[in-house]
C-alpha cells in the first residue's frame, strides 16, 4: 500500500551541499587586487572599496543581479493611445543597480575637479567589484565614464552636459538634460554594413540654419537605448564627424531617435541593447567636421579599457564561485579543495585571475598618471589577452561544480554567456590586434613604452627572459598573419612582469613556470607542474 499524504520519505534531505555564497569579503580574498590599488597610488579608497564589497557580497544585491537578468527589459514603442514614445520598461532591480554604482561614482568620478589621488584606479577597483555581481548595468556605467573626455573637446557641450554626467544622482526617465540631477550617455556607431568598419557608416548629417544639424540614418546595435544622450557618427559635407544627440529636446519635445528593436544577445541580458533610427534628429557637432574618428576615439579607448576590467571581474567572478564549492563539496570521503587534481585546476584559475587582475589595475594607474604612450600599446594588448581568457576560465570554473554549474540556479551559465561579450564589444580580436600592429608600426614610442616595464623584471627567470628576447622577435616581423600572437606575447609579458616584481614568489614562480614554456602557454587548466604550490594558491583566493 502506498503512503499517504504528508508522510517523510526522507528524499529532501539535503546534504554535501556548500552553503549559498553571500556575505563574505570580496577584497579579503583578493588580495592581488588589493596589493595593485595600493602600488597603483589608490591606497586610501579601500576603506570605501571595502564597504561597496559589502554591498555586492550581500544577499540582497546578489538577488538583485539574478532578477535583473531573469527580467529582461521591454520595448514600448508606442503608448495605449497610439503615440510614438519609444521607451524601454526595466525591472526594478535594474535600476537598483544603477543606482549603486552611479551612487559610488562609477559612472565618472574621475572627471570631478579634484577627483583625489589614484581616482582613476579607485574607479576601476569598484567598477571590477560590481562586474562581479552583475554585468549588464556595467554598459550604460562605462560608456558614461567614456563620454566626458570627448565632450570636452567642445566648450559648450561639456558645460550643458557633464556636470549632470559627473553627479552622483541615479535619475532615470525621460526629461529635458538641464531639468535632470544626474545623466547618463552612450554611444551609437555600429551601422549593419560596417561593423568595425565605421567609415563605411551612411548615417547622413545636413547642416541646419540654427547650428544644429539633422541626422537620418539606421544604426546597428546601440546599448542602454534610455541615456540621455549619444555621442554617435555621421556624415556630414566634410566627411564622418562626431555629434552629440539627446534624447529630449532643449524644448522638451522628444528627439527623432525611434527604437525598431531589442537584440536578443546571447549575454548581457540586463541590458537593452537596440537598433535604432535616425529620422531627421536633431544633433550638435562635438568636434571638426571630417574628424570624427578622433574625436571620439578617447572615448573608445576609455571603453576598451572597461572590457579589460570586465573581462578580469568576470574571471574573478568565476574563480570565486568555483573556489567556494570546492571548499564545501565532498567527494569519495574527501573535500574536493583537497583532492590534489582539483586543487591544481582551481589553482590555475586563481593564477589566471591573478595576472589579469594586476594588468587590470596597471593599464588603470597609467590613465591617472597620463602615460599615453603606454596606454597606446598596451591597452589593446591587454584587451586582446584577458578578454580571450574570460570565456575559457568561465568554462573551467563552470565544470568545477559538475551538473551543478550547468543549472541556471547557480549563476554559472549567466556568467558563461556573459564571458565572450568584452572580447566582441569595442573590436573583436582581429580588430584589436591589428591596433596592436598599428601601434608597433607607427607610434615606436608605444612600444618603447612597455618594453620599459616588461624589462623591469629581466633578469628574474629563465624562461620569462627567453619570453622577452622572443617578443623581440615578433616585434620586428610586424605580419598581418602572426598578429594575434603578438598581442598575446605582449600581454603575457607584462603579466609575467607584474607578477615576478609585485607578486609572491608561488605565484610568480607558477604562473611563469606554466605561461613561458618554450612550446608555448597553456594547455588546458590543471596542468601546472608539480613545484606548484597548488594549496597555497588555492588558499590566497578562497573566500572562507
Known amino acids: 500500500?502506498?503512503?499517504?499524504?504528508?508522510?517523510?520519505?526522507?528524499?529532501?534531505?539535503?546534504t554535501n551541499q556548500p552553503p549559498p555564497l553571500s556575505g563574505y569579503d570580496p577584497l579579503a580574498c583578493d588580495p592581488a587586487l588589493v596589493d595593485a590599488v595600493e602600488r597603483e597610488g589608490a591606497g586610501g579608497a579601500l576603506p570605501t572599496m571595502r564597504q561597496l564589497g559589502e554591498r555586492i557580497a550581500s544577499p540582497e544585491y546578489r538577488e538583485h543581479a539574478r532578477l535583473a537578468n531573469e527580467n529582461h527589459p521591454i520595448l514600448r514603442t508606442h503608448d495605449r493611445y497610439g503615440h510614438r514614445v519609444d521607451e524601454v520598461e526595466f525591472h526594478p532591480s535594474w535600476h537598483a543597480l544603477m543606482d549603486?554604482?552611479?551612487?559610488?561614482?562609477?559612472?565618472?568620478?574621475?572627471?570631478?575637479?579634484?577627483?583625489?589621488?589614484?581616482?582613476?584606479?579607485?574607479?576601476?577597483?569598484?567598477?571590477?567589484?560590481?562586474?562581479?555581481?552583475?554585468?549588464?548595468?556595467?554598459c550604460p556605467i562605462s560608456m558614461t565614464y567614456a563620454s566626458v573626455p570627448a565632450l570636452r573637446h567642445d566648450d559648450e557641450l561639456a558645460a550643458a552636459y557633464v556636470p549632470g554626467l559627473t553627479a552622483r544622482e541615479y535619475q532615470p526617465g525621460l526629461a529635458r538634460p538641464d531639468s535632470k540631477t544626474g545623466l547618463l550617455?552612450?554611444?551609437?556607431?555600429?551601422?549593419?554594413?560596417?561593423?568595425?568598419?565605421?567609415?563605411?557608416?551612411?548615417?547622413?548629417?545636413?547642416?541646419?540654419?540654427?547650428?544644429?544639424?539633422?541626422?537620418?540614418?539606421?544604426?546597428?546595435?546601440?546599448?542602454?537605448?534610455?541615456?540621455?544622450?549619444?555621442?554617435?557618427?555621421?556624415?556630414?559635407?566634410?566627411?564622418?564627424t562626431c555629434f552629440v544627440l539627446p534624447r529630449v529636446l532643449p524644448d522638451g519635445t522628444r528627439n527623432a531617435i525611434r527604437l525598431q528593436r531589442l537584440k536578443d544577445k546571447l549575454g548581457n541580458r540586463s541590458n537593452a541593447s537596440a537598433e535604432l533610427e535616425y529620422d531627421d534628429a536633431v544633433g550638435w557637432r562635438l568636434g571638426e567636421e571630417g574628424r570624427g574618428v578622433v574625436t571620439i576615439i578617447e572615448m573608445v579607448s576609455m571603453t576598451r579599457l572597461d572590457c579589460v576590467i570586465g573581462s578580469a571581474s568576470v574571471i574573478r567572478a568565476a574563480l570565486t564561485e568555483a573556489v567556494h564549492h570546492v571548499t564545501h563539496r565532498r567527494a569519495f570521503g574527501e573535500r574536493l579543495v583537497d583532492q590534489p587534481l582539483?586543487?591544481?585546476?582551481?589553482?590555475?584559475?586563481?593564477?589566471?585571475?591573478?595576472?589579469?587582475?594586476?594588468?587590470?589595475?596597471?593599464?588603470?594607474?597609467?590613465?591617472?598618471?597620463?602615460e599615453t604612450d603606454f596606454l597606446r600599446l598596451a591597452l589593446p594588448a591587454s584587451k586582446y589577452l584577458v578578454c580571450k581568457r574570460a570565456p575559457a576560465v568561465v568554462a573551467e570554473a563552470l565544470e568545477c561544480l559538475g551538473g551543478n554549474g550547468y543549472v541556471e540556479e547557480s549563476g554559472m551559465p549567466r556568467l558563461y554567456r556573459e564571458a565572450p561579450l568584452n572580447s566582441v564589444w569595442e573590436g573583436s580580436g582581429n580588430v584589436t590586434a591589428l591596433d596592436v600592429l598599428r601601434a608597433v608600426t607607427r607610434e615606436p614610442d608605444s612600444q618603447e613604452a612597455v618594453l620599459r616595464e616588461i624589462d623591469a623584471a629581466a633578469g628574474a627567470d629563465s624562461w620569462f627572459d627567453r619570453a622577452r628576447t622572443e617578443l623581440r622577435t615578433e616585434l620586428r616581423s610586424r605580419e598581418q598573419r602572426t598578429a594575434r600572437r603578438l598581442a598575446e606575447l605582449l600581454a603575457l609579458c607584462m603579466q609575467g612582469s607584474l607578477l615576478l616584481r609585485f607578486a609572491p614568489e608561488e605565484v610568480a614562480s607558477a604562473f611563469v613556470s606554466s605561461r613561458f614554456l618554450p612550446d608555448g602557454p597553456w594547455r588546458t587548466a590543471g596542468t601546472l607542474p608539480a613545484a606548484a604550490h597548488s594549496e597555497a594558491l588555492v588558499e590566497r583566493v578562497s573566500p572562507g
Do not use: I
Not at 500500500?1 to 539535503?14: F, I, K
Not at 585546476?345 to 594607474?365: H, I, Q
Open 1 to 14: 500500500m502506498p503512503p499517504g499524504p504528508g508522510v517523510d520519505l526522507g528524499t529532501h534531505e539535503v
Open 185 to 240: 550617455a552612450g554611444m551609437s556607431m555600429t551601422e549593419k554594413q560596417g561593423g568595425s568598419d565605421v567609415r563605411a557608416g551612411t548615417t547622413v548629417a545636413t547642416p541646419s540654419s540654427d547650428g544644429t544639424y539633422r541626422l537620418t540614418g539606421h544604426k546597428w546595435f546601440t546599448s542602454a537605448p534610455m541615456n540621455d544622450l549619444f555621442l554617435t557618427l555621421a556624415q556630414a559635407p566634410a566627411g564622418l
Open 342 to 370: 582539483m586543487q591544481a585546476v582551481v589553482a590555475d584559475l586563481a593564477l589566471e585571475s591573478e595576472a589579469a587582475t594586476a594588468l587590470t589595475m596597471r593599464l588603470a594607474g597609467a590613465v591617472d598618471r597620463g
Open 100 to 138: 549603486l554604482s552611479v551612487g559610488w561614482g562609477l559612472h565618472a568620478a574621475p572627471w570631478l575637479a579634484d577627483p583625489g589621488t589614484g581616482a582613476h584606479v579607485a574607479r576601476a577597483a569598484g567598477f571590477y567589484l560590481v562586474g562581479q555581481l552583475e554585468q549588464g548595468h556595467c
